[in-house]
């Protein structure tokens, strides 16, 4: 298959648009294609692809126009990213066309109209996040890492379970909840994910020598717990 140009996009989004009924026009005021009819003004910003200089020109046109829309190629294959890109073009409030090149033809898809977005928060997603910064003592990482290992607040109840199992002995997870090392403790000392535990009997646990050493790596969080 040739190289796909931009201007390649314009005769098939051409004929579409006059075909229902639009006055079709091509590089007005700097976009690439004007469509009116009934007074309902749409502009549609062609490109190879989307990407970021495309949305910015897209965004600004919805400043001059009832409806943006941006039309591309149709991919060979959509980017794992595919429903992120989806869900940012109808936020934006911008429609999505592919144009797709066949053999012989073309043909023009409307993907979706740019329509009123509304969020739907997720609610499990927000606890998830409020109870992780309720879980953490500090803010102990870095915004911006990738590469570091991440203070959790998951981590953090393994270090306060380590610290109370080093300071009193074995203990049961019964014990240890009313210590205050909170509702998973018992899942903690099972799944037992660090390997710092060890069971010494049915339900009683005791911090071995690795936990022992993995202690010594967060003297701050250590130093938090055994003076609280």
Known sequence: MKKIKETDLYKPIYDYMAKNGYNVKSEVKDCDVVAIKDDNLIIIELKKSINL??????????????????AVPRPENLPKNWK?????????????????????????????HPN???????????FAIIEEIKGRTGNRNIGGSRRTAIMTAYKEQNIFIACCLEKNGPLSAKELKKIGTGEKTSSILIKNFYG?????ERGV????????????????????????
């Open 53 to 70: 200089t495309l949305l910015v020109q897209a965004v600004e046109r919805q400043r001059r126009a009832d409806s943006v829309y941006i």
């Open 84 to 112: 992120d890109i989806v869900r940012l073009l109808k936020k934006l409030e911008l429609g999505l066309i592919f144009v797709v090149f066949l053999k012989k033809d073309t043909r023009v898809d409307i993907i979706f």
């Open 116 to 126: 009123e977005y509304v969020e739907r928060k997720s609610k499990k997603q927000r």
């Open 196 to 200: 710092w535990f060890d069971r010494v």
């Open 205 to 228: 646990y005791k911090l071995n020598d690795k936990g022992k050493e993995e202690m010594g790596k967060y003297p701050d969080i250590v130093e938090y717990y055994k003076n609280n």
